[in-house]
């Protein structure tokens, strides 16, 4: 084993090795994109199959969300102190290693482990692939091509779920849709350390446990209550205690890391003005794509009666939009300003969402496909450069806690968008059915999916006149929900246009900067350079 030139500067422009390693990089993002989508396809399988109550059924689906969001600003820290190809081959033994005992598992407690084992390896994989596309691209057209097709990766990723895991349930066990990441992570254990760098911060102090507990007892709770909040079992009280006790924590966690010496999170790089709209545009538009997705699929049906893998399918043309649009968007922020690319794109995603407000339960699906695919062209700009924007503002040695902020942003965002967007879709649902069918059962007014059970047992006639009231219910609430994500998408864009404003283009030798910013983007020549270790094997 030895390792070549350690510490000197990386070429200013890459090759075919790296561009190999942005594949094997692409693969585990693909990956993890795709199981949560998986998993709700396979649950009702799954649960049959090992005999799980509703509560753990519950948990098999929420540990692994759980344990991602809370542990990723933890790896993405600790990978660079001790090496983000180390602790990206760590992650993918453990994941592969889990994957193949949860495909296994003989009780739903053995798949609550295995998938809780899955989601803290999940979180050393995002925020170590992110940040070593920035290691290996050290140019900024590079980089940025480079980040957008991870990005890219990550929609497709989304996509697929439904379709593959569509595919296996129809010919094979429930287990079969974890297995599928098993040569996912054995080509990324045999082909990252030929093709990956290392690189690890030098002088790196030790990982403060005190601030890894204070980090999950923040975002543990804060995760827990907004998903209570989403699912409306009648326990708002415990989950906004939830929410309560992780803010609590959270300000715990803010002032320690104020006097350390050594941050799990340092908070300089909130200095710079680039940095915080980035993070708070990711988790805000988050927010909103994560509900429309939402209140799309069970459109698709509830509403249409689709199978989950037609719905899928009908959701693919969207996935190529914002992989079209990311896919351009370098190119063009060579020479237009940031602020201008997703100010753009973020009323071209208003438009999309007004156009759902059209959408009926008699409408066809036209209108809707449509719509949905102006909304995600219009996310491409901001997916393709967000991530760039919060990385490159940060030093090198401080890229993967960076990474890991970028990544726990969005999982907030996902999370809350679910709660906040799918809340109100749901209270104008309720209103809705209750008007149009005084007298509804309990379970056909608390959602959708209970109004279309309810009617399978129920006569034809009774059975058709609740099926039709509850489309026209849910449909109404889509289109409430589409009014506030397009209202949402304006309002952001407006802050963009004004927050970002003073960020030049990337230009042909730089990445995009602000005068004044903290930690500039392109030249931080008083920080120590981080230790790379480029062509580490055997």
């Known amino acids: 084993m030895h390792d070549s030139t350690v510490g000197q500067a990386a070429p200013a422009r890459v090759g075919r090795r790296e561009w190999l390693g942005l594949v094997v990089l692409a693969l585990p993002t693909l990956l993890m994109a795709m199981d949560q ?32 969001a809370g542990f990723l600003v933890t790896m993405g820290t600790l990978g660079d102190r001790i090496g983000r190809r180390k602790l990206l081959m760590m992650g993918a033994a453990g994941f592969l290693v889990s994957t193949i005992l949860a495909a296994y598992s003989v009780s739903p407690t053995m798949l609550i482990v295995m998938r809780a084992v ?29 980040i957008a097709a991870w990005f890219s990766a990550l929609m497709v990723g989304g996509a697929l779920g439904p379709i593959v895991g569509g595919i296996l349930l129809d010919h094979f066990w429930w287990g079969s849709v974890f297995l599928i990441g098993v040569p996912v992570m054995a080509l990324l254990l045999i082909a990252g350390p030929i093709l990956l760098p290392e690189y690890r911060a030098p002088k790196a102090g030790r990982v403060d446990l005190v601030s890894v507990v204070l980090s999950l007892l923040t975002i543990l709770p804060v995760i827990y209550g907004i998903k209570e909040l989403a699912a409306d079992n009648g326990t708002a009280g415990v989950s906004a205690a939830a ?37 708070l ?30 719905a899928g399918l009908w959701l693919v043309p969207s996935t190529l939009a914002i992989v079209v649009s990311s896919s351009l968007t370098p190119a063009l922020a060579q020479k237009v300003r940031p602020a201008f690319l997703i100010t753009g794109g973020m009323l071209i995603t208003a438009l999309g969402y007004f156009i759902l407000t059209f959408v009926s339960s008699t409408s066809g699906l036209a209108l809707l496909v449509i719509g949905f695919v102006i909304a995600f062209f219009g ?68 959602s959708i999916t209970g109004a279309v059970n309810t009617a399978a047992g129920l006569p034809a006639e009774a059975g058709q006149r609740l099926l039709t009231a509850a489309r026209v219910a849910f449909s109404t609430g889509l289109n409430t929900v ?23 283009p990337a230009g042909e030798g730089g990445a995009p900067a602000e005068a004044g910013d903290a930690v500039p983007a392109a030249a931080q020549a008083e920080l120590a350079p981080a230790e790379v270790v480029t062509g580490s094997h055997d």
């Open 482 to 504: 589409a009014v506030v994500g397009a209202v949402g998408f304006v309002l952001l864009a407006v802050l963009v246009a004004v927050a970002l404003r003073k960020v030049q």
């Open 379 to 446: 996310g491409g700009p901001m997916g393709a450069l967000g991530p760039n924007m919060v990385i490159s503002t940060a030093p090198p040695e401080r890229a993967g806690a960076a990474a890991s902020m970028s990544e726990t942003s969005n999982q907030l965002g996902i999370a809350l968008g679910i709660a906040v967007m799918g809340s109100i879709g749901n209270a104008v649902y309720r209103g809705h059915i209750a008007h149009l069918l005084p007298g509804v059962g309990t379970a056909a007014k608390a």
């Open 118 to 146: 899955m989601g803290v390896s999940g979180a050393t994989l995002m925020p170590s692939t992110l940040a070593l596309i920035t290691n290996m691209f050290t140019d900024a057209k590079q980089r940025a091509s480079a």
């Open 37 to 68: 989508s998986i998993l709700y396809l396979a649950l009702p399988r799954l649960s049959e199959g090992l005999h799980a109550g509703s509560t753990q059924s519950l948990w098999i689906l929420d540990i692994y969300g759980f344990m991602l």
């Open 281 to 310: 545009v990711l988790m805000a538009s988050s927010v909103t794509i994560g509900g429309m997705y939402l209140f799309v699929s069970l459109y698709l049906q509830a509403v249409k009666g689709q199978s989950p893998l037609v």
């Open 243 to 279: 929410i309560v006790v992780g803010i609590a924590f959270g300000v715990a966690f803010v002032l320690r890391q104020r006097r350390l010496a050594d941050p799990l999170v340092d908070l300089k790089l909130f200095r710079s003005n680039q940095f915080r709209v980035a993070l």
